[in-house]
């Protein structure tokens, strides 16, 4: 496994669903049942990215079944048919060389569960969703715990040895740093390793 930061192409899914433009209601409904999954890229030419159709665009069709009142745009994919006419576009995507952080502030900004992973050209390359992003909690233990030691401890202007024990990705440090103003800097260090849940210092000045 690399070491942090871990980019959206190790965590993505290759193999993708996705929609012709003039893909039926009926065919998306299907093949979103089918995937098990909430959203599907819609794509144009020869695999570039033009927008995403959900459940939610879906949903419309129902929502306005007996009434008329509404927000236009809603109102209008009430009677789309086809997934050129019920996408939301542009597409929120990212690109596979984004760090899962980037991902997942791209998700919680946006309001999304899964993204269209792009190339530089709009093409499609993967999806990752929400459940992708949290794989790096899947890390083990000690490996956690190398990359601390190797990444981070022997990185800093420490000359004291500090101890790492990992627990369910919870980093415990102890020992005793030069001067307490390091210890914001460590806990952000170590932070910011991949698959770590929590970190507790148990720290002396030395």
Same mark, same amino acid.
């Given at each position: 496994?690399? =070491? *942090? %930061?871990? /980019?959206?192409?190790?965590?993505?899914?290759?193999?993708? @669903?996705? @929609?012709?433009? =003039?893909?039926?209601?009926?065919?998306?409904?299907?093949?979103?049942?089918?995937?098990?999954?909430?959203?599907?890229? @819609?794509?144009?030419?020869?695999?570039?990215?033009?927008?995403?159709? *959900?459940?939610?665009?879906?949903?419309?069709?129902?929502?306005?079944?007996? /009434?008329?009142?509404?927000?236009? &745009? =809603?109102? &209008?994919?009430?009677?789309? @048919?086809?997934?050129?006419?019920? #996408?939301?576009?542009?597409?929120? /995507?990212?690109?596979?060389?984004?760090?899962?952080?980037?991902?997942?502030?791209? #998700?919680?900004?946006?309001?999304?569960?899964?993204? %269209?992973?792009?190339?530089? *050209?709009? #093409?499609?390359?993967?999806?990752? *969703?929400?459940?992708?992003? +949290?794989?790096?909690?899947?890390?083990?233990?000690?490996?956690?715990?190398?990359?601390?030691?190797?990444?981070?401890?022997?990185? #800093?202007?420490?000359?004291?040895?500090?101890?790492?024990?990992?627990? =369910?990705?919870?980093?415990? +440090?102890?020992?005793?740093? %030069?001067?307490?103003?390091?210890? %914001?800097?460590?806990?952000?260090?170590?932070?910011?390793?991949?698959?770590?849940?929590?970190?507790?210092?148990?720290?002396?000045?030395?």
């Amino acid at each position: 496994m690399p =070491e *942090s %930061p871990y /980019t959206v192409s190790e965590v993505m899914t290759h193999t993708v @669903v996705a @929609v012709g433009s =003039e893909a039926p209601f009926k065919e998306i409904v299907g093949l979103l049942d089918q995937w098990k999954v909430g959203a599907l890229p @819609v794509l144009a030419g020869e695999g570039r990215v033009v927008g995403v159709v *959900s459940e939610a665009d879906l949903l419309h069709k129902e929502e306005f079944r007996d /009434t008329d009142e509404g927000d236009l &745009a =809603e109102r &209008a994919k009430a009677g789309a @048919v086809t997934a050129d006419e019920l #996408m939301s576009t542009p597409a929120v /995507t990212v690109h596979a060389d984004a760090t899962i952080a980037e991902a997942a502030r791209i #998700m919680a900004r946006r309001h999304v569960k899964r993204l %269209p992973v792009v190339d530089g *050209s709009g #093409m499609l390359q993967g999806v990752v *969703s929400r459940g992708d992003l +949290l794989k790096v909690f899947l890390r083990p233990d000690q490996e956690i715990a190398e990359e601390v030691r190797h990444g981070v401890l022997n990185r #800093m202007p420490i000359t004291t040895a500090l101890t790492v024990e990992v627990s =369910e990705g919870v980093v415990t +440090l102890g020992g005793s740093l %030069p001067e307490r103003g390091l210890v %914001p800097v460590l806990a952000r260090a170590v932070r910011a390793v991949e698959g770590v849940v929590d970190v507790r210092l148990d720290l002396t000045r030395r």
